[in-house]
């Protein structure tokens, strides 16, 4: 039975204190409903290679809608991917599991940014050209390098590798997995998004261009790309002969199919509204906020309306500026403020190194600290779920649903609470750091 979002916790079983069951008496209770003895789990030999059961105290499910958390709870992987998940009384664990009790700690899906610049060698502001679409950001990724070591302690499994904002139009990310040795493995999805910066950062470039010339360059640049990408479905469908490739051009038939997303560097309420009049309401384009600082939450019945999620950070609050914010005195968040215009798909990102990336947590902790509600997981949602059905990769990602890939935290507590910390991570079902066997490192 699917439970409604409203409610934090939407299947509540009794907890081990009231129900009389300890660590060792919530391990006893999986095993009694497998007809496994703890003697005999004991002696227990040939478990199956990638096949084992967490049981925690609570298990943050994550589901985009629907359900958020399950007290006492028992998840079920098996070659990589997850089998089942639910509570003690449900869930029967096969005799050829691998049991992991994690005692009073909290299970979940592995976090993910949407915004960072630490996957690789850097050098990603190429500022010849404003508008560079055919640069591929994957051609610098570095794997398993230095700045991911610690993220991955953090919690953190997939990033969004994206140019900088030097350009408009800067290149094409590449959605990544931290802890992998070959390039293979570590991609997720490439091309991950084309990276479009509508703020003040590509005014610096060259010969003191402003909005309006930015806007023209985007512009053409969009009417070119959609063309072809439309030339190539006329082609497809059997209406038309094949066309010329143009390789830097390529990214917008994805762009076109929906497969991957827009993401835009874009802040103040001027350059948000311009981003969403032009990408998603002129050319239709998959699109979302990355960054929406300041006064941007004023425009978040509009997002929602056309459909472009907010992934917020790493300015998170906005201060009174007498002049040009006026809040009346009133600091702001600015999650708080999307929220309160009704938007459903609300993120965090760190822009790292801006911010560490092992700092997205952080985020939805400042998010919580300056209004955001999270009654109903969506702090939680913000750091799993959201980013990954934003990315397009909500399918495999995000939420600890059967099917979906097995990328798993083990933590202390609420993810949105400074004071939690992360004591075992695996990725695709394979331990990649814990905290017992190893130096802490965040």
């Not at 640049?221 to 390789?247: F, T």
């Not at 990408?279 to 939450?297: A, N, V």
């Not at 947590?361 to 913000?382: C, E, H, I, K, W």
């Not at 939690?420 to 490192?441: F, H, P």
Request: glycine share 12%; charged share 20%; hydrophobic share 45%.
């Amino acid at each position: 039975m699917t439970l409604p979002r409203t409610t934090l916790s939407t299947r509540s079983f009794a907890s081990a204190k009231s129900a009389g069951v300890c660590r060792v008496g919530i391990l006893a209770l999986a095993l009694a409903l497998t007809g496994l003895a703890p003697a005999a789990l004991a002696d227990a030999e040939g478990f199956a290679d990638g096949a084992f059961a967490v049981c925690a105290a609570k298990v943050l499910v994550c589901e985009e809608e629907g359900l958020a958390a399950i007290d006492q709870g028992v998840l079920l992987v098996r070659d990589g991917r997850i089998v089942a998940v639910g509570g003690v009384d449900e869930i029967a664990i096969p005799a050829d599991h691998e049991i992991i009790d994690v005692g009073d700690s909290w299970l979940m899906p592995g976090m993910i940014d949407l915004h960072s610049h630490v996957g690789g060698s850097g050098g990603l502001n190429d500022m010849v050209f404003q508008v560079n679409p055919g640069l591929r950001v994957g051609t610098s990724v570095v794997t398993g390098n230095a700045n991911l070591v610690r993220p991955l302690a953090a919690g953190i499994t997939s990033i969004l590798y994206i140019p900088g904002s030097g350009t408009n139009i800067g290149g094409q990310g590449v959605l990544m997995k931290t802890h992998e040795t070959e390039f293979e493995d570590a991609v997720i999805r490439n091309p991950g998004s084309l990276k479009i910066a509508q703020g003040d950062n590509p005014k610096r470039w060259g010969y003191r261009m402003n909005r309006a010339l930015m806007n023209h360059h985007i512009r053409y640049a969009l009417r070119q790309g959609k063309a072809y990408a439309m030339r190539w479905q006329e082609y497809e469908e059997g209406r038309a002969s094949i066309p010329a490739r143009h390789i830097n051009l390529d990214v917008f038939r994805d762009l076109y199919n929906n497969e991957i997303a827009i993401s835009t560097h874009t802040q103040y309420f001027q350059v948000v509204l311009a981003t969403m009049r032009i990408l998603r309401i002129e050319f239709g384009f998959p699109t979302f906020i990355d960054h929406g600082s300041f006064d941007s939450w004023l425009l978040g019945e509009l997002a929602e309306e056309i459909g472009v999620p907010a992934i917020l950070g790493p300015r998170e609050v906005m201060f009174p500026r007498p002049g040009r914010f006026d809040t009346d005195g009133r600091v702001e968040g600015s999650a708080w403020g999307f929220q309160k215009m009704g938007v459903t798909k609300i993120g965090f990102n760190t822009d790292a190194p801006v911010l560490p990336q092992e700092e997205l947590p952080l985020q939805s902790a400042m998010g919580v600290r300056y209004g955001f509600d999270n009654s109903t997981m969506d702090a939680v949602r913000g750091l799993t779920i959201v980013p990954a059905v934003v990315a397009g990769i909500g399918d495999e990602l995000g939420s600890l649903e059967p099917g979906k890939l097995a990328d798993l935290v083990v933590l202390t507590g609420d993810p949105s609470d400074p004071r939690t910390t992360v004591e075992r991570v695996w990725i695709r079902g394979e331990t990649v750091y814990e905290v017992s066997e190893e130096v802490r490192l965040w």
